[in-house]
């Protein structure tokens, strides 16, 4: 039978942004030709911070060109000097931010369920050196707060959260920006929530906030003195697309819950297959449907990539290989013992998972998995 991604040849990717109605978009954007303004903290970036102020129900929110340099300018504002603790379980940008910022990355092994920084191992790595830790809410995956909190606490240690997957995530309520001291998250293109480019970083702290905000904007300050920044402002144009997709973000997670729904439906029973769990008392965002190939499949995780491929579906192998294993870092840094993320990097497949994905190529996206296509 054919199948659905192969029709006209279509290829079906791991995702497809989400767009508002054109008429919408163009109606958000009428004010930029009118104005002239399509930069540096206008009307639309001032609008889309008050507005995601409320949806995370934080006090400082500020936003950025992209959720890379909002995690590089938030390490940049604590001046910090030494060793990072994190995870090698992750998209490059993490590691990078830390390399970038002058900090030596120290590599966590991960949680077998969740895929998060696994705080049962993160204690012996503090050391004199340790400058703060850094975590990843990979896949939307909330990691184990408490226990971080605790051992944050404990260290008198920065706790900062790569929050880039959990836009909308929440914890007994409570929103994925509340937790740590800061959490940066990513509106690039392919997440539930876009502004095309962009990323905010939440905190609890006026002062820290204010030196974000300078820092995105040449370090310039009030009374026309600077510290050295650098330039990482939202535009205009992406705080508008932010504004409209805001507005479309119950439909968003509501179609991509049923998705994720089907996937979970025609996949649980199949062998060898672990499927992504949903967390106790978490509200999720279903950002990725990731799926761990174990050795009862009877197929590598490349294998099965390869058949799906041959019927026009291209799944994605996030995140491999782990940082930690970078040709770059050989020989520069330790990339620690990780036996868990090296494990599952080599074993995960993240599937097409979008709001307008039909059920039928979800459905024969199954059948493939289950040796039925
Ligand atoms: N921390 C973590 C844990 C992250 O995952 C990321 C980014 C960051 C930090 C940094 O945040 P940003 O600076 O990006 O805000 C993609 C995204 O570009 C990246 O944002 C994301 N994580 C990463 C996991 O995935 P690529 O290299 O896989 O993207 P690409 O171009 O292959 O696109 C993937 C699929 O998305 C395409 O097959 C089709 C679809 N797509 C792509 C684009 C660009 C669209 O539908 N529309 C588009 O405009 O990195």
């Given at each position: 039978?054919?199948s659905?991604?192969?029709?006209?040849?279509k290829?079906?990717?791991?995702?497809?942004?989400?767009?508002p109605p054109?008429?919408?978009?163009?109606?958000?954007?009428?004010?930029?030709?009118?104005?002239?303004w399509?930069?540096?903290?206008g009307a639309?970036?001032?609008?889309?911070?008050?507005?995601?102020?409320?949806?995370?129900?934080?006090?400082e929110?500020?936003l950025f060109?992209n959720?890379?340099?909002?995690?590089?300018f938030a390490?940049?504002?604590?001046?910090?000097?030494?060793?990072?603790?994190?995870?090698?379980?992750?998209?490059?940008?993490?590691?990078?931010?830390?390399i970038?910022s002058g900090?030596?990355p120290?590599?966590?092994?991960?949680d077998?369920?969740?895929?998060?920084?696994?705080p049962?191992?993160?204690?012996?790595?503090i050391t004199e050196?340790t400058?703060?830790?850094?975590?990843?809410?990979?896949?939307g995956n909330l990691c184990?707060?408490?226990?971080?909190?605790?051992i944050?606490a404990?260290?008198k240690l920065?706790?900062?959260?790569d929050?880039?997957?959990a836009?909308?995530?929440?914890?007994?309520g409570?929103?994925?920006?509340?937790?740590?001291d800061?959490?940066m998250?990513?509106?690039?293109?392919?997440k539930?929530?876009h502004?095309?480019?962009?990323?905010?970083?939440?905190?609890?702290?006026?002062?820290?906030?204010t030196?974000l905000?300078?820092?995105k904007?040449f370090?310039i300050?009030?009374?026309?003195?600077?510290c050295?920044?650098?330039?990482?402002?939202m535009?205009?144009?992406?705080?508008?697309?932010?504004?409209?997709?805001?507005r479309?973000?119950p439909?968003e997670?509501?179609?991509?819950q049923r998705?994720?729904?089907?996937?979970?439906?025609?996949l649980?029973e199949?062998e060898?297959?672990?499927l992504?769990?949903?967390?106790?008392?978490?509200?999720?965002?279903?950002?990725y449907f990731?799926?761990?190939?174990?050795?009862?499949?009877?197929?590598?995780?490349?294998?099965?990539?390869l058949r799906?491929?041959a019927?026009g579906?291209?799944p994605?192998?996030?995140?491999y290989?782990?940082?930690?294993?970078?040709?770059f870092?050989?020989?520069?840094?330790?990339?620690?013992h990780?036996?868990?993320?090296?494990?599952i990097?080599k074993?995960?497949l993240?599937?097409?998972?979008?709001?307008?994905?039909?059920?039928?190529?979800?459905e024969?996206?199954?059948r493939?998995?289950r040796?039925?296509?």
């Open positions: 039978m054919q659905q991604g192969d029709k006209m040849g290829k079906i990717l791991v995702t497809r942004s989400s767009l054109l008429e919408e978009y163009v109606e958000e954007i009428r004010d930029i030709f009118e104005s002239h399509l930069t540096n903290m639309k970036h001032e609008a889309l911070t008050e507005e995601l102020r409320k949806f995370f129900g934080v006090r929110l500020t060109q959720g890379h340099l909002a995690l590089e390490l940049q504002a604590l001046e910090l000097s030494g060793e990072v603790i994190t995870t090698p379980f992750t998209f490059a940008s993490t590691t990078w931010a830390i970038r900090l030596t120290v590599f966590c092994d991960i077998p369920e969740t895929y998060t920084l696994d049962a191992k993160l204690e012996s790595l050196r400058a703060a830790i850094l975590p990843v809410h990979v896949y184990d707060t408490e226990a971080l909190a605790e944050a404990r260290h920065p706790l900062i959260y929050a880039a997957h836009f909308g995530v929440r914890k007994n409570v929103s994925a920006a509340a937790f740590g800061i959490s998250f990513s509106f690039h293109a392919t539930v929530f502004t095309i480019e962009g990323g905010a970083v939440c905190c609890r702290d006026k002062e820290l906030s030196k905000f300078r820092l904007n370090g300050e009030e009374n026309e003195t600077y050295v920044g650098g330039n990482g402002k535009n205009e144009f992406e705080a508008a697309m932010g504004l409209c997709n805001l479309h973000l439909e997670l509501a179609k991509r998705v994720y729904t089907h996937y979970v439906e025609l649980s199949v060898g297959l672990k992504p769990k949903q967390q106790a008392g978490v509200t999720a965002n279903y950002a990731p799926v761990v190939f174990t050795d009862t499949y009877g197929e590598t995780r490349d294998e099965a990539s799906l491929q019927k579906y291209y994605r192998k996030y995140f290989p782990c940082t930690n294993a970078f040709p870092l050989n020989g520069r840094i330790d990339p620690g990780t036996p868990i993320a090296e494990d990097s074993r995960v993240t599937l097409p998972l979008y709001a307008d994905l039909e059920l039928a190529d979800v024969q996206i199954c493939i998995l040796r039925e296509a």
